[in-house]
């Protein structure tokens, strides 16, 4: 089994700064890729940034030029510094696990609030 604990969430006035981390623990062989999704009030979970093979990043429109993504390979951890926050911004913010054998885990998640 394996287990992601986010952390880092919060609230914030619009501008702000805040940086996520997702922190794996159990029986990992192998990681494909991980990511962070969100889900607003109301609409459907999305793609927020996703990180493969440790260097290969993805972002969603929305946030390119303001989010980063990134990984510490020894610790497991995946992190996502969130910068120029926007109200639209405001959501739940899942960890996403993907294994080399296609098994998926997410977080519990954590409430990033942005006010305006």
């Known amino acids: ?11 914030v006035q619009a501008g702000g700064s805040l940086r996520l981390s997702c922190a794996a623990s159990g029986t990992i062989f192998a990681i494909r890729a991980m990511a962070w999704y969100r889900q607003a009030p109301g ?5 927020v940034a ?3 093979s440790g260097v290969i990043t993805n972002y969603a429109d929305s946030v390119k030029g303001r989010f980063t993504i990134s990984r510490d390979n020894a610790k497991n951890t ?14 739940v913010y899942y960890c996403n696990l993907v294994t080399a054998l296609s098994r998926n885990y997410w977080g519990q998640g954590t409430q990033v609030t942005v006010s305006s």
């Open 50 to 52: 996703d990180i493969s």
């Open 43 to 47: 609409k459907q979970r999305e793609l």
């Open 1 to 11: 089994q394996v287990q992601l604990v986010e952390s880092g969430g919060g609230l």
């Open 78 to 91: 995946v992190y996502l510094q969130m910068n120029s926050l926007k109200p639209e911004d405001t959501a």
